[in-house]
DNA sequence: ATACATACCTTGAAGTATGAGGTATAGTGG
DNA sequence: CCACTATACCTCATACTTCAAGGTATGTAT
C-alpha cells in the first residue's frame, strides 16, 4: 500500500506549492508537472497530494480559488493571498534553518 | 499539546542518530546533547524522540546496544552495524536528492 | 532538605504523504 | 468507429513518526 510518511517529505509538499503559486497562479494539474520540473525531476508529487494541500491552504485563507473553464473543461487557477505570503516565509525560513542543521551535521567529515 | 508533525522533521532524528553513531558510540542522554551542538542550535531533539528512534533501529538491526555501568548509573551505548551503515548512506542519499530538489525550486527567483 | 543534572523509559495525540481508485471531456491513431 | 492517451478535477484509508508531558532513580551541590 505504499509508503506513508517518506523520509524529509514532510512540509515539502506545501512549502512548493506556495513557492510556485508566488510566482504567477496556476491550477492543480499544471502543479503537478511544474513540481517535477522546478525540482529538476527530483521530487514529484502526485495528484492525491496536490489536490488536498490545495483545498487545505485555501481553507487557511493563504489561498484563493478561480474557476476558468478552458476548452470546455473547467481549470481551478489558484493565487497567493497575503496570509500565503507570511505563511511561506515562515516555511522557507524554517526550511532554510533545518536543512542547515542538517548539512552541518552530515559535513562533520568529509565535506568536499 | 503540541505539535506532532513538524514541517520537514520526518526522518531526520533517524538520520542524525546514524550519522553521529557512525563516527562514534554513544548512548542516549549524550545524543539528546550532541544533536544540539552538530546543528549549532538548529535542531534541538527531547529524550522522547531519541528513545524511541534508537530502539527501533536496534530492532531493525541496525545498531547494537551494550550496557555500562558508569558511577552507579546505568547507560546504554549504542554503536552502528553494517546494515546500519547501508542505512545511513541510503539515508544520505535521499536528504541529498530531497535538499537539492527543494533548494532549487526556493531558488528560482532571487537567489543572491 | 532542596534542587538540579544525569540517565533511562512510555504514552497519547495528531498531522500528512502516498497509491489507488473514481468521474468526465478532448484529441489521436488505427 | 473504437481504443487509448492526455487533461482535469476529486476522495479515501493507511501508516508512520515527532512531540510534549510525565515517570523512575541515582549522584552532587547548596
Not at 78 to 100: C, K
Amino acid at each position: 500500500m505504499g509508503k506513508t510518511n517518506p523520509p524529509f517529505m514532510t512540509g515539502v509538499p506545501e512549502l512548493l506549492v506556495l513557492r510556485l503559486l508566488s510566482q504567477r497562479e496556476m491550477y492543480g494539474y499544471e502543479l503537478v508537472k511544474s513540481v517535477r520540473v522546478v525540482t529538476s525531476e527530483a521530487i514529484s508529487l502526485g495528484e492525491g497530494v496536490i489536490y488536498p494541500v490545495l483545498h487545505g491552504l485555501e481553507k487557511a485563507g493563504a489561498l484563493t480559488a478561480k474557476r476558468k473553464p478552458v476548452n470546455g473543461r473547467t481549470r481551478v487557477y489558484y493565487s497567493v493571498t497575503p496570509v500565503g505570503r507570511d505563511r511561506l516565509e515562515r516555511l522557507s525560513g524554517e526550511w532554510d534553518r533545518i536543512s542547515a542543521g542538517v548539512d552541518s551535521a552530515l559535513g562533520e567529515a568529509g565535506l568536499a
